[in-house]
DNA sequence: TGGCGGTCTCTTGCATGCCACAGACACTAG
DNA sequence: CTAGTGTCTGTGGCATGCAAGAGACCGCCA
């Protein structure tokens, strides 16, 4: 039911298309306007066209591709207006799942993030930022996982998916100390969600987000990922 | 991108094989655990099973239904546990729209949830109760609506799918004297928008939402929709 | 009678071929 | 030179056929 996929064992063709386009598009691998037809595709993956389309259908409706029929299949390119409608609801969401933890108490997931704090104060002290980039992505993942609501897990997944948050953290820690502070917020995030105080942990959690998402536009290039992506290619114009 | 859909004039066949499906599983006309044969439908609708498999396809990505690879797929029946994670997203939801739409001041939808309490108003008067429901459902829509972020509204109606939601509504409505209460509730949070008060905008509603969900469980059989649906057909042992 | 094995049918997964439409390109007329 | 138009290629939409797995059902054997 979750987009964000996990395991699975019974691995059908269309399974396997599914994650290795959905791994290249929100990796950054293919860049946004990118036509991916399916003939195409099919042929590189050895396998005909049906398993190919039912992939793109999934891709699509996960809002990762758009389907312009008799015209293309190409990566989705998130507008501005998009992107921060994508971090509005990251902040709800996240700031939710802060709420949550911080309710639950001492479940799993707070030795996980007290350990993925450790690692990451390591990082940013050896100015790591690819493994930091990581440790990021992680906290964030464990924290909605915290939040033990599996509707929530996968509504922030696909979220995370349309931003390509991979392919963008690189970019806001690019920002002069941006990876320190960031560091700093996740510590007082945790430090309440430990502390139980769940109404501060929410409203820390979203200043981060809103820290985040400055530090990610300042480091952005005027127009979004790229210029030559046609006209509207992912709605408004 | 949207997968409520509105107005869509390509009429392509695997549209109308959603739209069609889409409407009989969220209005209730077929049970979760139903199964739905390709085949069947195909010949039902006069089309091939190609674009019938597309259409369940997206449905499956929408969680309206679920494909077990070589045995059949069937309407979803979202266990207990996630109807409560669902009605946890759907707090989380509206109670965000309200407060954005508090933040934006006088806009169109302002004036339409005006329209739609005189006209709840008098449904509860008369206790047309379908009619009330229709309002109900409207209500929410408006405010989601006006918060004028297509990713939250998208997200939102997502749900309201998953949740069945016009299935449910008349169950809430059938508690003694919780049309009353909800009309009510409905004019608190149209005030706090109004005063563009939008923190005590977001309680308020957020508290409806809990009250809704109170007085839906209250009127539903202990077991979900309907206890013939297979052993686990929505995840969740 | 109860448990077990095989078969048989129904399901979806995948491959393939044809079709209609969008859009680009070149050619022609003014 | 420009605007208009016709063609031509590439795309996804759809129909169809075959294959493989799952599960029910029936018969057999102890």
Redesign the pocket.
Known sequence: MAPGARGSS?T???ATVIEELRGRIISGAIEPGT??????L?EEFG?????V??ALKQLQTEGLIE???????FVAAPSRREITELFEMKELLEGAAARLLAQRGRVPEIERLERNLRESDEAVARDDRERYAELVHEFHGLLVQGADNHKLEAHYRTLMNQLAYPRLVMTSLNQPGRALQSDREHHHVLELVIAKDGDSAERVMREHVRESRRALLAGLPLTGPSARARNGVASVP
Request: charged share 25%; hydrophobic share 35%; glycine share 4%.
């Open positions: 019974p059908s063709i269309q036509p991916l037809a399916e003939l195409a099919a396998v005909s066209r049906t398993p389309r039912e389907i312009r029929p008799r015209v293309g299949t």
